[in-house]
T-cell receptor, first 111, second 114 residues
Framework: GDSVTQMEGPVTLSEEAFLTINCTYT??????LFWYVQYPGEGLQLLLK?????DKGSNKGFEATYRKETTSFHLEKGSVQVSDSAVYFC??????????FGDGTTLTVKP | DAGVTQSPTHLIKTRGQQVTLRCSPK?????VSWYQQALGQGPQFIFQ???????QRGNFPDRFSGHQFPNYSSELNVNALLLGDSALYLC?????????????FGSGTRLTVV
């Protein structure tokens, strides 16, 4: 079945540092790839997506590129803020529409 | 435009009891999925409903069942509750056939089994 492996956390950075959270996946067919963010006590919010190879998803300064050859979808941000502190989930959707999530990476940004 | 709404927000039940959780999808969405999120883990797919039928199911026992109503809202039922059923239960909705836009999630129902 489908699976997603995320970089283990937690990750702690200083404000304005560069962020990378690694994500690799296993899926059949031509999946769509997503990053979701979860703030404390809330549900998941879609952060960005990419639907085909070499697509770059971006939102709020975050970016991720769909790399089919390495089956990866790493999340990056050039300069993190305290408000970016949250749990980040990588997910894969197959044509059947079911989403498979990674275990999440907790990011803490210190002033 | 309301997003996905879930009720109740928190619930405490005793082992062996039954529970029903409710979900109203985002306006315009017709497909509802349910996920279980244990503490410190990613959401695990329970099942998906479309046109009032269960279309896909994850690796969950028959104690977990659901229903979708003609207005697209949905219920998740769990029978014979176990301590291990304690988790955040998330409802997510989308428009059928539009798999590449991701899901819209509700804030979840926190179920505690004691």
């Amino acid at each position: 079945g489908d699976s997603v492996t995320q970089m283990e956390g937690p990750v702690t950075l200083s404000e304005e540092a560069f962020l990378t959270i690694n994500c690799t996946y296993t899926a059949t067919g031509y999946p769509s790839l997503f990053w979701y963010v979860q703030y404390p006590g809330e549900g998941l919010q879609l952060l960005l997506k990419a639907t085909k190879a070499d697509d770059k998803g971006s939102n709020k300064g975050f970016e991720a590129t769909y790399r089919k050859e390495t089956t990866s979808f790493h999340l990056e941000k050039g300069s993190v803020q305290v408000s970016d502190s949250a749990v980040y989930f990588c997910a894969v959707n197959t044509n059947a529409g079911k989403s498979t999530f990674g275990d999440g990476t907790t990011l803490t940004v210190k002033p | 435009d309301a997003g996905v709404t879930q009720s109740p927000t928190h619930l405490i039940k005793t082992r062996g009891q039954q529970v029903t959780l409710r979900c109203s999808p985002k306006s315009g969405h017709d497909t509802v999925s349910w996920y279980q999120q244990a503490l410190g883990q990613g959401p695990q797919f329970i099942f998906q409903y479309y046109e009032e039928e269960e279309r896909q199911r994850g690796n969950f026992p028959d104690r977990f069942s659901g229903h979708q109503f003609p207005n697209y809202s949905s219920e998740l039922n769990v029978n014979a509750l176990l301590l291990g059923d304690s988790a955040l239960y998330l409802c997510a909705s989308r428009l059928q056939g539009v798999t590449n836009y991701g899901y819209t999630f509700g804030s979840g129902t926190r179920l505690t089994v004691v």
